[in-house]
């Protein structure tokens, strides 16, 4: 069966399970898994039945937000935001290999009776069926607070989600997986708002320059190893080009730059730390 | 070569000091030994550079025409291919001051 006709048949399907559930909050990035989910659900249910609902901190890109918040005028979806505090909890800032388990438990401890106060019962993700491959420790906090996944139940694959994204018109179809800037600082190494805004000015900056696709600056104290698109690596290493990574990563606040010879890779940290397979 | 403080700093969170620096040193040197023998694999290749190894990162400090040489794929694949026989699950290049905008 095309793929095409594959996906828009688990669209069908996901359209029948939010039209069994009613009314249903979705936790929201404006990633491109929860911008989908936000906008099947928008348009299977009516505004009236549903809701947006953002968790904005430190470890939340502002540049995410301000993608969020254009989907949700585009598509005319109702949002509510909350501020989440894992940075203050020790068990999160100390970056342990779980410490999404924490993010995600401070996240759902506030949104799921936000919702409720809002009259939603069902509060859904947008974790998908690729996820559950990855080390995902924040799956287990959603369970807890009986979050539903059902693009993951439905076995939407990213590549699924893309699809139909484009064919929705969503302008998130096409953008890189943008996790939390947590992600960028190895287990172990202390997570701070000012490590944060390090790590996302240093990305802003090489946006500036003209990096497109995929991108992660990863913390290592002093340096920055850059992850681009294995693609870009050829255009990245030319000296020229090197020349201006290194000005926008070291004007960002980093004393040393290095670029990633494997280029891009989800998870990386994740493979540097043994806790997934290389 | 140049061996970091990271494991050993890493592993000082144990109870038993003495055995935990044993620890670390014998780290130490294990990272220093890979970083030591990628290098010099890598100068039979002809890319002549300095490798830092931070636990399985391995950071390559080299001039620029040796960087010339890496904006070649098939160079990087085998940079990738010997830093992997070498224990090492990543591998980076970095930029020294010579490489300046």
């Known amino acids: 069966m095309p793929h095409d006709t594959q996906s828009a048949d688990k669209e069908a399907s996901l359209a029948a399970w939010l039209t069994a559930h009613g009314r249903v909050a979705v936790g929201y990035s404006g990633g491109v898994d929860s911008a989908y989910l936000a906008v099947v659900a ?20 502002a540049e ?42 401070e996240l759902w401890g506030k949104l799921v009776p936000l919702a409720r106060t809002h009259g939603f ?48 018109g969503l302008p998130t179809w096409q953008q890189p997986s943008s996790p939390c800037l947590s992600s960028r600082l190895p287990y172990g190494t202390g997570v701070t708002a000012e490590r944060l805004a390090l790590v996302e000015r240093a990305e802003r900056a090489l946006r500036d320059v003209g ?49 990633d010879l494997r280029g891009f890779r989800s998870g990386s940290l994740n493979v540097l730390h043994g806790v997934s397979a290389a | 070569m140049i061996v970091t403080g990271r494991t050993l700093e890493h592993d000082t969170t144990h109870d038993d ?21 990628l290098a010099r694999a890598l100068e039979h290749t002809g890319l002549l550079c300095t490798v830092e190894a931070r636990a399985g990162l391995a950071l390559l400090l080299c001039d620029e025409p040796q960087l010339v040489r890496l904006v070649s794929a098939d160079a990087r694949g085998a940079v990738l291919l010997l830093a992997k026989q070498h224990g090492f699950t990543h591998i980076a290049v970095e930029f020294a001051a010579h490489v300046t905008a």
């Not at chain 1, 000296?239 to 000005?247: F, G, H, K």
């Open chain 2, 17 to 37: 000091g003495d055995e935990v620096r044993a620890e670390g040193t014998r780290a130490g040197l294990l990272h220093r030994d890979r970083a030591s023998a």
């Open chain 1, 64 to 105: 995410q937000w301000a993608m969020a918040r254009r989907v949700a005028e585009g598509f005319n979806i109702d949002v509510l935001e909350l501020d989440t505090e894992e940075l203050a909890d020790p068990r999160y800032a100390a970056n342990p290999s779980n410490r999404c388990y924490f993010c995600k438990t």
């Open chain 1, 211 to 259: 990096v497109q696709g995929d991108l992660r600056v990863r913390y290592h104290d002093d340096l920055a190893r850059v992850e681009v698109s294995p693609s870009a690596l050829t255009h990245w290493l030319a000296p020229d080009n090197a020349a201006r990574l290194v000005a926008a990563v070291r004007a960002a606040g980093f004393a040393r730059v290095a670029l």
């Open chain 1, 42 to 61: 928008r348009r299977t249910l009516g505004a009236d039945r549903v809701v947006a609902i953002i968790g904005r901190s430190a470890s939340y890109p």
């Open chain 1, 121 to 168: 019962d069902c509060v859904v993700d947008g974790t998908n069926a690729d996820d559950l491959r990855d080390y995902r420790p924040g799956a287990q906090a959603a369970r807890e607070h009986r979050v539903a996944s059902p693009l993951a139940d439905l076995g939407f694959t990213k590549d699924d989600i893309r699809a139909r994204s484009r064919e929705l």
